[in-house]
């Protein structure tokens, strides 16, 4: 059994990174163990009365090691965090650290504060190597109290919890860009993006997304039952393929980002002070403050600031030196932007439950709750998903009205070749979905016009189309022109300027590559925004890994929240 220690134990002093606690497979550690103990090995696996497991043997025998030498606990720190961060009670450790399954509960308690301090430890060399963006957003967390007294009552409290962001392939930006930036805001300070240059860029972002419109018009025909794709004998032509993206961010191990949570903090980010309170704090946890950080950073350095709309519209006016912080780059989330469309879209085609518009269609389809917009719970989601299913209908009923005039059906189509397909699609765009439509249909022509770029908006993201996001922008400006949204008005007018005229190209870039998506996985239509990932930290600080105990205080999160990504990959392991 000597022989087996060295598979069983590890470095305490990166015992609890990630890499170690989850850096094994069962199957890898049987085949192991089978090399140096056969003997040992044959005979666990001959115990169970059913085939045998080589999840069962290696826990056995761990179990078997660790009570000989505590030494020998590797599977038994990674089953701690599991079990802690799954809800084990206090007592359900001491249950299983006698059985030789976990550590004791205190070792649990040590360990969270390693990991906390190891992780800032490696954020903060990271942040001297790769390019980083930060994201914060307020965080409401009710601190539930087990002994209720007149001077220790439950109550609601609001702090801020922020997360850097890196991408080892991104390319920095020079300690010139800090310079060109102001001098070039400086110098267009006076002449801002025009209305004309607007329109302009609104005619090629449109041009350049028509084929992207037609394809989704095509994709509801193709994809419908009455077509039958898999049967049809073109169905792997490249003309029903989507369109390539117009800018696709890079995929692969550089691609993909890494995050890091920083300690979250009991303040509000109610005012412009609590603003700069929060900079100043961040950049204290990155060891970036001090006489020597506060010239580096106002002199060479161009930090990007990524949250909600509240967020970068407070950020943006602490423009003005170092200490008015012309140095950051405040930059919406797009999440946040497409809950907006969303909305816009809701408010214009709510309609009545008898007659037209989305609350006929919530009616028909029984979903409920989506009446009336919200920012709280999963409205967004259910809405998202009702406004593809009502507009996947819209399309299909344009096809049958296209399919008719043929006279033939939609199933009839299946005779048409790839690029009459495309044709008709193209046409159908044409004709019910733009200006050149009949006016008799005026209603499901607005409709389908303005469904179209909300449905290429959802694609984008999720593909990492920076092309089309930023050909969408002037679109979106004018719906929300239109539809009295002021904040998100000016801040797709504050992009469209910062991409055309206020910033260098080199920031623009760098805004485009490395502020609006990111993924952490190799596919390529995984992509999120960056406020969604900072939502899915939100999540798990409010819900997933919040201290369930009468200890939970703002102290305890401050060390636990940074320690969040090494708990998730262990828990999902």
Partial sequence: MDALGPLLTTDTATDVRAESLTGFTFLELHARMSVVAPTLVQFMDSLPRRRSSPVITVTTISQLMYESNWSNNRLQKTFSIYFKFKGLTAKGFDVLHALGLVMSHSWISKAIRRMSRMTLDELRELVQKYPWVLTYDNVVILLKIFSQRLENLQKLTSGTAATAYLKPGATALPASANQDLKEQRAANLDSPITIRRVLDLAAVGNKKLRPYYAWLLLAALIHSPDFDLSTYKFKDHTLLQKPPPLNPLPIGK????????????????????????????????????????????????????????????????????????????????????????????????????????????????????????????????????????????????????????????????????????????????????????????????????????????????????????????????????????????????????????????????????????????????????????????????????????????????????????????????
């Fill in 254 to 573: 550089d691609a993909k980002s890494m995050q890091f949570l920083l300690s979250s903090v009991n303040q509000p980010e109610a005012s412009y002070s609590d603003h700069v309170s929060l900079i100043d704090e961040w950049l204290k946890q990155l060891h970036m403050y001090g006489k020597q950080w506060v010239e580096s950073i106002g002199r060479e350095k161009v930090i990007a600031f990524i949250g909600d709309q509240l967020t970068v519209s407070r950020l943006r006016g602490l423009f003005f030196s170092f200490e008015r912080l012309d140095f950051l780059l405040p930059i919406f989330g797009w999440l946040h932007f497409a809950m907006q469309a969303a909305n816009s879209l809701h408010a214009q085609y709510l309609g009545r439950a008898k007659g037209h518009g989305f609350l006929a269609s919530f009616t028909l389809l029984g979903r409920k709750g989506l009446h009336k917009t919200s920012t709280e719970g999963p409205f967004h989601a259910h809405l998202n998903e009702a406004i593809h299913h009502v507009g996947e209908a819209e399309f299909r009923e344009i096809w049958r009205t296209v399919a008719a005039q043929s006279k033939a059906t939609v199933e009839g189509l299946r005779s048409k070749t790839t690029s009459e397909l495309v044709d008709l699609a193209t046409r159908a765009l044409s004709h019910h979905a733009s200006s050149e439509a009949l006016e008799t249909k005026e209603f499901y022509t607005q409709f389908t016009r303005d469904l179209l770029p909300y449905l290429t908006l959802v694609a984008a993201i999720k593909d990492g189309d920076v092309g089309s996001l930023e050909a969408l922008l002037p679109t979106f400006l004018f719906r929300f022109i239109g539809g009295g949204n002021n904040n998100y008005q000016e801040e797709a007018l504050e992009l469209l300027n910062g991409l055309n005229v206020d910033w260098p190209q080199n920031v623009a870039d760098f805004v485009r590559q490395n502020c609006w998506l990111l993924t952490f996985t190799d596919n390529a239509d995984n992509f999120v925004s960056f406020d969604q990932a900072q939502e899915h930290n939100i999540k798990d600080i409010k819900v997933t890994y919040k201290p369930p105990g009468p200890r939970g205080g703002w102290d305890y999160m401050r060390i636990l929240h940074t320690a969040i990504p090494t708990i998730r990959t262990n828990v999902r392991f």
